[in-house]
Protein backbone atom coordinates (compact mmCIF):
# COMPACT_ATOMS: atom_id res chain seq x y z
CA UNK A 1 0.00 0.00 0.00
CA UNK A 2 1.89 2.50 -1.33
CA UNK A 3 0.87 6.63 -1.76
CA UNK A 4 1.00 5.93 -5.59
CA UNK A 5 -1.64 3.31 -5.38
CA UNK A 6 -3.91 5.35 -2.81
CA UNK A 7 -3.74 8.49 -5.03
CA UNK A 8 -4.70 6.31 -7.89
CA UNK A 9 -7.84 5.02 -6.81
CA UNK A 10 -8.89 8.56 -4.78
CA UNK A 11 -8.14 10.12 -8.59
CA UNK A 12 -10.00 7.80 -10.31
CA UNK A 13 -13.49 8.03 -8.04
CA UNK A 14 -14.15 4.28 -8.00
CA UNK A 15 -13.93 4.62 -4.49
CA UNK A 16 -14.29 7.46 -2.01
CA UNK A 17 -11.74 8.49 0.49
CA UNK A 18 -14.22 7.53 3.40
CA UNK A 19 -14.85 3.83 1.60
CA UNK A 20 -10.86 3.42 1.09
CA UNK A 21 -10.69 4.40 4.71
CA UNK A 22 -13.42 2.17 6.10
CA UNK A 23 -11.89 -0.71 3.97
CA UNK A 24 -8.47 -0.38 5.99
CA UNK A 25 -10.21 -0.49 9.47
CA UNK A 26 -12.23 -3.74 8.33
CA UNK A 27 -8.38 -5.37 7.85
CA UNK A 28 -7.20 -4.24 10.67
CA UNK A 29 -10.27 -5.66 12.64
CA UNK A 30 -9.75 -9.23 10.72
CA UNK A 31 -6.00 -9.10 10.93
CA UNK A 32 -4.52 -6.92 13.71
CA UNK A 33 -5.65 -9.17 16.47
CA UNK A 34 -3.14 -11.56 15.72
CA UNK A 35 -0.54 -8.72 15.03
CA UNK A 36 -0.97 -6.92 18.12
CA UNK A 37 0.27 -3.37 15.83
CA UNK A 38 -2.37 -1.04 17.14
CA UNK A 39 -2.90 -0.08 21.26
CA UNK A 40 -5.87 1.76 19.69
CA UNK A 41 -7.64 3.01 16.39
CA UNK A 42 -9.52 6.35 15.63
CA UNK A 43 -12.16 4.97 13.61
CA UNK A 44 -14.49 8.51 13.98
CA UNK A 45 -11.95 10.46 13.52
CA UNK A 46 -10.28 9.07 10.39
CA UNK A 47 -14.03 9.00 8.77
CA UNK A 48 -14.67 12.54 9.69
CA UNK A 49 -10.91 13.28 7.86
CA UNK A 50 -11.87 11.23 5.05
CA UNK A 51 -15.38 13.15 4.51
CA UNK A 52 -14.13 16.36 4.67
CA UNK A 53 -11.47 15.11 1.55
CA UNK A 54 -14.58 13.76 -0.47
CA UNK A 55 -15.69 16.86 -0.24
CA UNK A 56 -12.63 18.84 -1.79
CA UNK A 57 -12.84 16.22 -4.15
CA UNK A 58 -16.33 16.65 -5.07
CA UNK A 59 -16.02 20.31 -5.34
CA UNK A 60 -12.58 20.04 -7.34
CA UNK A 61 -10.46 22.15 -4.97
CA UNK A 62 -6.93 22.08 -4.23
CA UNK A 63 -6.06 18.78 -2.74
CA UNK A 64 -3.30 19.10 0.09
CA UNK A 65 -0.59 17.17 -0.10
CA UNK A 66 -0.85 13.91 1.98
CA UNK A 67 -5.34 14.19 0.87
CA UNK A 68 -6.41 10.40 1.96
CA UNK A 69 -2.68 8.80 3.11
CA UNK A 70 -4.01 6.93 6.29
CA UNK A 71 -1.73 6.83 8.43
CA UNK A 72 -0.53 5.26 12.32
CA UNK A 73 0.95 7.05 15.01
CA UNK A 74 3.63 5.36 17.71
CA UNK A 75 1.45 5.43 21.03
CA UNK A 76 4.56 8.56 22.66
CA UNK A 77 3.62 10.94 20.31
CA UNK A 78 0.33 13.10 21.54
CA UNK A 79 -2.77 13.16 19.84
CA UNK A 80 -5.29 15.83 21.19
CA UNK A 81 -8.79 13.79 22.54
CA UNK A 82 -6.73 10.14 22.02
CA UNK A 83 -5.46 8.37 24.77
CA UNK A 84 -1.23 8.67 24.73
CA UNK A 85 -0.31 5.22 27.08
CA UNK A 86 3.51 4.99 26.11
CA UNK A 87 2.43 1.36 26.73
CA UNK A 88 2.48 2.09 30.06
CA UNK A 89 0.77 1.03 33.19
CA UNK A 90 1.93 4.51 34.43
CA UNK A 91 -0.07 6.59 31.25
CA UNK A 92 -2.52 4.00 30.82
CA UNK A 93 -5.63 6.54 30.69
CA UNK A 94 -3.58 9.39 29.95
CA UNK A 95 -5.78 11.25 27.29
CA UNK A 96 -3.58 13.87 25.52
CA UNK A 97 -4.95 17.19 25.79
CA UNK A 98 -3.28 19.11 22.50
CA UNK A 99 -1.42 17.64 19.81
CA UNK A 100 2.31 17.17 18.59
CA UNK A 101 3.85 19.36 16.39
CA UNK A 102 4.24 16.56 13.92
CA UNK A 103 0.72 15.01 13.88
CA UNK A 104 -0.80 18.25 13.84
CA UNK A 105 1.29 18.71 10.36
CA UNK A 106 0.26 15.79 8.80
CA UNK A 107 -3.63 16.38 9.43
CA UNK A 108 -3.38 19.92 7.91
CA UNK A 109 -1.32 18.10 5.13
CA UNK A 110 -4.84 16.06 4.35
CA UNK A 111 -3.54 12.50 6.23
CA UNK A 112 -5.59 9.80 7.95
CA UNK A 113 -4.91 8.97 11.73
CA UNK A 114 -6.08 5.49 11.73
CA UNK A 115 -4.74 5.18 15.61
CA UNK A 116 -1.93 4.55 18.11
CA UNK A 117 0.62 2.00 17.63
CA UNK A 118 2.54 -0.15 20.00
CA UNK A 119 5.73 0.39 21.03
CA UNK A 120 7.96 -0.89 23.80
CA UNK A 121 6.89 0.93 27.60
CA UNK A 122 8.32 4.28 27.41
CA UNK A 123 10.39 3.21 23.93
CA UNK A 124 12.75 1.27 26.11
CA UNK A 125 13.53 -1.73 24.27
CA UNK A 126 14.45 -3.76 20.80
CA UNK A 127 11.34 -5.64 20.25
CA UNK A 128 8.06 -4.50 21.43
CA UNK A 129 7.80 -6.96 23.90
CA UNK A 130 7.19 -4.86 27.35
CA UNK A 131 4.53 -3.12 26.19
CA UNK A 132 1.52 -3.48 29.05
CA UNK A 133 -0.63 -4.01 25.96
CA UNK A 134 1.31 -7.47 25.34
CA UNK A 135 3.77 -8.18 22.16
CA UNK A 136 3.45 -7.31 18.53
CA UNK A 137 3.80 -9.52 16.49
CA UNK A 138 6.42 -9.84 13.13
CA UNK A 139 4.06 -10.02 10.27
CA UNK A 140 6.65 -12.38 8.25
CA UNK A 141 6.29 -14.71 11.09
CA UNK A 142 4.38 -13.90 14.04
CA UNK A 143 6.61 -16.27 16.47
CA UNK A 144 9.45 -13.30 15.95
CA UNK A 145 9.52 -9.86 17.05
CA UNK A 146 9.05 -6.72 15.12
CA UNK A 147 12.11 -4.88 16.73
CA UNK A 148 11.54 -2.26 18.81
CA UNK A 149 10.98 0.16 20.35
CA UNK A 150 8.41 1.54 17.46
CA UNK A 151 7.43 -2.30 16.16
CA UNK A 152 3.97 -1.48 16.01
CA UNK A 153 4.71 1.24 13.81
CA UNK A 154 6.71 -0.87 11.59
CA UNK A 155 4.09 -4.34 12.10
CA UNK A 156 1.16 -1.64 11.06
CA UNK A 157 3.34 -0.95 7.46
CA UNK A 158 4.68 -4.35 6.36
CA UNK A 159 0.99 -6.11 7.20
CA UNK A 160 -1.23 -3.49 4.80
CA UNK A 161 -2.69 -2.10 7.81
CA UNK A 162 -1.07 1.89 7.19
CA UNK A 163 0.07 3.45 4.19
CA UNK A 164 2.12 5.02 7.12
CA UNK A 165 3.55 5.20 10.33
CA UNK A 166 5.14 7.31 12.68
CA UNK A 167 8.03 6.26 14.85
CA UNK A 168 10.01 7.76 17.13
CA UNK A 169 14.34 6.78 17.48
CA UNK A 170 16.59 7.06 20.13
CA UNK A 171 18.98 4.49 19.20
CA UNK A 172 17.52 3.12 16.56
CA UNK A 173 13.68 3.02 17.30
CA UNK A 174 12.68 3.77 14.07
CA UNK A 175 15.49 1.75 11.38
CA UNK A 176 16.13 -1.83 13.71
CA UNK A 177 12.19 -2.40 13.37
CA UNK A 178 12.12 -1.37 9.67
CA UNK A 179 14.71 -3.62 8.94
CA UNK A 180 13.19 -6.74 11.12
CA UNK A 181 9.44 -5.92 9.01
CA UNK A 182 11.36 -5.40 5.69
CA UNK A 183 10.06 -1.61 5.07
CA UNK A 184 11.82 1.40 4.81
CA UNK A 185 12.85 4.34 8.23
CA UNK A 186 13.97 7.34 8.72
CA UNK A 187 15.30 8.85 11.03
CA UNK A 188 15.99 12.11 10.34
CA UNK A 189 19.12 14.92 11.11
CA UNK A 190 18.63 15.80 15.08
CA UNK A 191 16.78 19.14 15.11
CA UNK A 192 14.91 18.45 11.78
CA UNK A 193 11.68 17.42 13.18
CA UNK A 194 10.06 19.29 15.99
CA UNK A 195 9.91 16.90 19.19
CA UNK A 196 7.19 18.86 20.59
CA UNK A 197 4.43 15.86 21.91
CA UNK A 198 6.57 13.60 21.58
CA UNK A 199 7.17 11.70 25.34
CA UNK A 200 10.56 12.08 26.13
CA UNK A 201 12.65 9.34 26.83
CA UNK A 202 16.59 10.70 26.26
CA UNK A 203 15.94 14.05 24.97
CA UNK A 204 19.50 14.75 23.22
CA UNK A 205 18.77 11.12 21.12
CA UNK A 206 14.94 11.41 20.54
CA UNK A 207 13.97 11.84 17.08
CA UNK A 208 10.23 11.28 15.41
CA UNK A 209 10.43 10.02 11.76
CA UNK A 210 8.80 8.08 9.38
CA UNK A 211 8.15 4.10 8.27
CA UNK A 212 6.82 3.70 4.86
CA UNK A 213 6.60 0.86 2.30
CA UNK A 214 9.22 3.58 -0.29
CA UNK A 215 11.52 5.81 -0.21
CA UNK A 216 9.58 8.23 -2.32
CA UNK A 217 6.55 7.90 0.20
CA UNK A 218 9.17 8.64 3.50
CA UNK A 219 10.53 11.66 1.55
CA UNK A 220 6.96 13.03 1.15
CA UNK A 221 6.41 12.31 4.93
CA UNK A 222 9.93 13.64 6.39
CA UNK A 223 8.93 17.02 3.96
CA UNK A 224 5.37 17.75 5.22
CA UNK A 225 6.59 17.16 9.19
CA UNK A 226 10.04 19.27 9.00
CA UNK A 227 10.85 22.74 9.66
CA UNK A 228 11.27 25.13 12.54
CA UNK A 229 8.92 24.87 15.55
CA UNK A 230 8.82 27.71 18.14
CA UNK A 231 7.66 25.42 20.76
CA UNK A 232 11.00 23.21 20.74
CA UNK A 233 13.83 25.03 21.01
CA UNK A 234 16.19 22.35 19.96
CA UNK A 235 14.39 22.22 16.12
CA UNK A 236 16.29 23.81 13.57
CA UNK A 237 15.66 26.92 12.06
CA UNK A 238 16.69 25.93 8.33
CA UNK A 239 14.84 25.86 5.02
CA UNK A 240 13.30 22.19 4.15
CA UNK A 241 14.02 21.13 0.87
CA UNK A 242 11.95 19.39 -1.76
CA UNK A 243 13.40 16.18 -0.79
CA UNK A 244 10.98 14.70 -4.06
CA UNK A 245 12.93 16.42 -6.75
CA UNK A 246 16.37 15.03 -5.43
CA UNK A 247 15.55 11.43 -5.83
CA UNK A 248 15.84 10.14 -8.99
CA UNK A 249 19.07 12.24 -9.77
CA UNK A 250 21.76 9.53 -10.63
CA UNK A 251 24.69 8.50 -7.91
CA UNK A 252 27.25 8.22 -10.55
CA UNK A 253 30.22 9.22 -8.96
CA UNK A 254 28.53 9.63 -5.68
CA UNK A 255 31.24 8.27 -2.98
CA UNK A 256 30.06 5.51 -0.37
CA UNK A 257 31.86 5.09 2.49
CA UNK A 258 31.67 1.29 3.98
CA UNK A 259 32.43 1.74 7.57
CA UNK A 260 35.00 -1.40 8.18
CA UNK A 261 34.49 -1.51 12.09
CA UNK A 262 30.66 -2.52 11.26
CA UNK A 263 31.44 -5.77 9.00
CA UNK A 264 34.57 -7.01 11.42
CA UNK A 265 32.04 -7.50 14.94
CA UNK A 266 31.93 -11.12 15.74
CA UNK A 267 27.98 -10.67 16.06
CA UNK A 268 27.28 -9.80 12.42
CA UNK A 269 25.38 -12.61 11.49
CA UNK A 270 26.67 -13.98 8.00
CA UNK A 271 24.31 -14.14 5.82
CA UNK A 272 23.28 -10.07 6.99
CA UNK A 273 27.00 -9.26 5.91
CA UNK A 274 26.52 -11.40 2.35
CA UNK A 275 23.02 -9.42 1.57
CA UNK A 276 24.44 -6.25 2.96
CA UNK A 277 27.74 -6.25 0.47
CA UNK A 278 25.65 -7.39 -2.27
CA UNK A 279 23.70 -4.79 -2.18
CA UNK A 280 26.85 -2.58 -2.27
CA UNK A 281 27.66 -4.77 -5.39
CA UNK A 282 24.59 -3.27 -6.74
CA UNK A 283 25.44 0.33 -5.81
CA UNK A 284 28.75 -0.31 -7.69
CA UNK A 285 26.93 -1.06 -10.86
CA UNK A 286 24.87 1.83 -10.19
CA UNK A 287 28.15 3.96 -10.47
CA UNK A 288 28.45 4.53 -7.05
CA UNK A 289 32.25 4.80 -5.62
CA UNK A 290 32.63 2.26 -3.00
CA UNK A 291 35.52 3.49 -0.05
CA UNK A 292 36.36 2.00 2.72
CA UNK A 293 36.90 4.26 5.63
CA UNK A 294 37.21 3.81 9.35
CA UNK A 295 35.37 4.98 12.38
CA UNK A 296 37.61 3.41 15.37
CA UNK A 297 34.81 4.73 17.79
CA UNK A 298 31.71 3.37 16.03
CA UNK A 299 31.60 -0.03 17.91
CA UNK A 300 31.70 2.15 21.18
CA UNK A 301 28.88 3.92 20.38
CA UNK A 302 26.40 1.03 22.31
CA UNK A 303 28.35 1.34 25.59
CA UNK A 304 28.05 5.30 25.59
CA UNK A 305 24.43 5.27 24.65
CA UNK A 306 23.77 2.94 27.35
CA UNK A 307 25.44 5.42 29.84
CA UNK A 308 23.80 8.43 28.03
CA UNK A 309 20.35 7.14 27.53
CA UNK A 310 19.23 6.21 31.18
CA UNK A 311 20.76 9.06 32.43
CA UNK A 312 18.60 11.51 30.38
CA UNK A 313 16.01 8.85 30.99
CA UNK A 314 16.33 9.29 34.77
CA UNK A 315 15.89 12.59 34.65
CA UNK A 316 12.98 12.65 32.20
CA UNK A 317 11.00 10.03 34.01
CA UNK A 318 11.27 11.55 37.29
CA UNK A 319 7.95 13.68 36.42
CA UNK A 320 5.97 10.34 37.25
CA UNK A 321 5.31 11.29 40.73
CA UNK A 322 1.87 9.73 41.06
CA UNK A 323 0.66 13.57 42.01
CA UNK A 324 0.08 15.94 38.62
CA UNK A 325 -1.19 12.93 36.11
CA UNK A 326 -0.76 9.05 35.40
CA UNK A 327 -1.02 5.82 37.88
CA UNK A 328 -1.15 6.04 41.44
CA UNK A 329 -0.94 3.93 44.03
CA UNK A 330 -3.95 3.38 46.21
CA UNK A 331 -0.87 2.83 48.96
CA UNK A 332 1.11 4.98 50.74
CA UNK A 333 1.29 6.43 54.07
CA UNK A 334 2.92 9.92 52.87
CA UNK A 335 4.00 11.29 49.57
CA UNK A 336 7.58 9.58 49.74
CA UNK A 337 6.03 6.39 50.13
CA UNK A 338 3.35 6.85 48.26
CA UNK A 339 5.53 8.03 45.18
CA UNK A 340 7.88 5.19 45.52
CA UNK A 341 4.34 2.70 45.47
CA UNK A 342 3.66 4.40 42.29
CA UNK A 343 6.48 4.28 40.38
CA UNK A 344 7.20 0.74 41.32
CA UNK A 345 3.75 -0.53 40.32
CA UNK A 346 3.10 1.98 37.29
CA UNK A 347 7.02 1.31 35.40
CA UNK A 348 7.90 -1.70 33.85
CA UNK A 349 11.33 -4.13 35.20
CA UNK A 350 13.04 -2.45 32.07
CA UNK A 351 11.86 1.30 32.66
CA UNK A 352 12.72 0.52 36.23
CA UNK A 353 16.16 -1.12 35.47
CA UNK A 354 17.38 1.87 32.94
CA UNK A 355 16.08 4.70 35.05
CA UNK A 356 18.32 2.89 37.94
CA UNK A 357 21.37 2.77 35.43
CA UNK A 358 21.27 6.49 35.11
CA UNK A 359 20.23 7.85 38.85
CA UNK A 360 23.35 5.47 39.42
CA UNK A 361 25.17 7.05 36.66
CA UNK A 362 24.37 10.53 37.42
CA UNK A 363 24.75 10.11 41.42
CA UNK A 364 27.61 12.01 43.57
CA UNK A 365 31.24 10.32 43.21
CA UNK A 366 30.00 8.45 39.70
CA UNK A 367 28.99 11.27 37.58
CA UNK A 368 32.46 11.78 36.19
CA UNK A 369 33.46 7.88 35.54
CA UNK A 370 30.23 7.34 33.58
CA UNK A 371 28.18 10.30 32.38
CA UNK A 372 31.04 12.69 31.83
CA UNK A 373 33.09 10.27 30.21
CA UNK A 374 30.58 8.88 27.81
CA UNK A 375 30.29 11.95 27.16
CA UNK A 376 33.44 12.94 25.56
CA UNK A 377 33.17 9.56 23.51
CA UNK A 378 30.24 11.08 22.07
CA UNK A 379 32.70 13.83 20.85
CA UNK A 380 34.84 11.58 19.47
CA UNK A 381 32.62 9.19 17.82
CA UNK A 382 31.22 12.39 15.77
CA UNK A 383 34.63 13.39 14.73
CA UNK A 384 35.18 10.01 13.47
CA UNK A 385 31.73 10.65 11.25
CA UNK A 386 33.35 14.08 10.59
CA UNK A 387 37.02 12.56 9.40
CA UNK A 388 34.30 10.06 7.34
CA UNK A 389 32.72 12.66 5.67
CA UNK A 390 35.62 14.35 4.68
CA UNK A 391 36.57 11.04 1.87
CA UNK A 392 32.88 10.41 1.45
CA UNK A 393 29.01 11.89 0.55
CA UNK A 394 27.68 9.22 2.66
CA UNK A 395 27.96 6.07 4.90
CA UNK A 396 26.67 2.33 5.12
CA UNK A 397 26.72 -0.34 7.48
CA UNK A 398 24.27 -3.53 7.90
CA UNK A 399 21.16 -2.02 9.75
CA UNK A 400 21.33 -4.59 12.22
CA UNK A 401 23.65 -7.51 13.41
CA UNK A 402 20.96 -10.10 12.82
CA UNK A 403 16.88 -10.30 11.05
CA UNK A 404 14.17 -10.60 13.57
CA UNK A 405 14.85 -13.26 16.34
CA UNK A 406 12.24 -15.54 18.28
CA UNK A 407 9.92 -13.95 20.69
CA UNK A 408 10.97 -14.80 24.01
CA UNK A 409 14.98 -15.29 22.81
CA UNK A 410 16.23 -11.81 25.22
CA UNK A 411 13.60 -11.74 27.53
CA UNK A 412 15.65 -12.46 30.55
CA UNK A 413 18.96 -11.06 28.77
CA UNK A 414 18.98 -7.72 28.27
CA UNK A 415 22.56 -6.77 27.41
CA UNK A 416 22.04 -9.26 24.61
CA UNK A 417 19.22 -7.59 23.71
CA UNK A 418 20.62 -4.13 23.71
CA UNK A 419 23.40 -5.28 20.98
CA UNK A 420 20.51 -5.00 18.29
CA UNK A 421 21.20 -1.49 18.47
CA UNK A 422 24.70 -1.83 17.86
CA UNK A 423 24.79 -1.17 14.37
CA UNK A 424 22.22 2.48 14.72
CA UNK A 425 22.69 4.12 17.93
CA UNK A 426 26.42 5.79 16.30
CA UNK A 427 23.73 8.45 14.14
CA UNK A 428 21.78 8.79 16.91
CA UNK A 429 25.11 9.94 19.22
CA UNK A 430 26.15 12.02 16.45
CA UNK A 431 22.92 13.55 15.50
CA UNK A 432 22.93 12.70 11.79
CA UNK A 433 19.98 11.25 9.36
CA UNK A 434 19.79 7.56 8.73
CA UNK A 435 17.42 5.23 6.39
CA UNK A 436 17.30 1.65 6.72
CA UNK A 437 15.97 0.22 3.32
CA UNK A 438 15.14 -3.74 2.69
CA UNK A 439 18.50 -5.21 0.79
CA UNK A 440 17.15 -8.96 0.68
CA UNK A 441 16.18 -12.01 2.67
CA UNK A 442 17.88 -14.60 4.98
CA UNK A 443 17.58 -18.38 4.59
CA UNK A 444 14.33 -18.50 6.45
CA UNK A 445 13.16 -15.59 4.05
CA UNK A 446 13.29 -12.92 6.86
CA UNK A 447 13.77 -9.38 5.86
CA UNK A 448 17.51 -7.17 5.84
CA UNK A 449 18.13 -4.32 6.11
CA UNK A 450 20.73 -1.59 4.71
CA UNK A 451 21.38 1.52 6.45
CA UNK A 452 22.46 4.82 5.37
CA UNK A 453 23.96 7.32 6.60
CA UNK A 454 24.64 11.03 5.42
CA UNK A 455 25.75 14.21 6.91
CA UNK A 456 24.20 16.65 8.79
CA UNK A 457 20.70 18.20 7.18
CA UNK A 458 21.86 15.67 3.98
CA UNK A 459 18.58 13.77 4.31
CA UNK A 460 18.21 14.37 0.16
CA UNK A 461 21.63 12.43 -0.20
CA UNK A 462 20.35 9.18 1.17
CA UNK A 463 16.94 9.64 0.22
CA UNK A 464 18.37 9.62 -3.51
CA UNK A 465 20.60 6.60 -3.17
CA UNK A 466 18.09 4.98 -1.09
CA UNK A 467 15.66 5.06 -4.14
CA UNK A 468 17.70 4.86 -6.89
CA UNK A 469 18.41 1.44 -4.83
CA UNK A 470 15.33 0.32 -4.27
CA UNK A 471 14.13 1.16 -7.92
CA UNK A 472 16.90 -1.28 -9.27
CA UNK A 473 16.78 -4.16 -6.74
CA UNK A 474 12.97 -4.19 -6.57
CA UNK A 475 13.68 -5.83 -3.62
CA UNK A 476 9.91 -5.12 -1.80
CA UNK A 477 8.19 -5.85 -5.26
CA UNK A 478 9.72 -9.49 -4.76
CA UNK A 479 9.19 -10.25 -1.18
CA UNK A 480 7.41 -13.10 -0.51
CA UNK A 481 3.90 -12.77 0.43
CA UNK A 482 3.07 -12.02 3.83
Known amino acids: MNFNSLRKEI ?35 AISQAENIDKLIQNEEILPPLAGIPIAIKDNICTKGVVTTCASKMLRSFVAPYESTVSGKLWSSGGICLGKT ?103 ILYSISGNDPLDSTCLDKPVPNYLSDLNKSIKDLKIGIIKECFEHPGLNPEVKESVFSGVERLKTLGAEIIEVECPRFNDGIATYYVIAPSEASANLARYDGVKYGFRSKEGSNLLDMTSKSRAEGFGDEVQRRILIGTYALSAGYSDAYYKKAQKVRTLIRKDFDNAFKKVDILLTPTCPTTAFLKGDFVNDPLSMYLSDLLTVPANLAGLPAISIPCGFDSKGLPIGLQLIGNVLEENRILNAANIFEIDAQVIKNRPLI
Open 118 to 220: NLDEFAMGSSTETSVFGTTSNPWDINRVPGGSSGGSAASVAAGLAAAAIGSDTGGSIRQPASFCGVVGLKPTYGRVSRWGLVAFASSLDQIGPITNTVSDAAE
Open 11 to 45: NSKNASVKELVNDIFSKIDSKDPEINSYICTTKNF
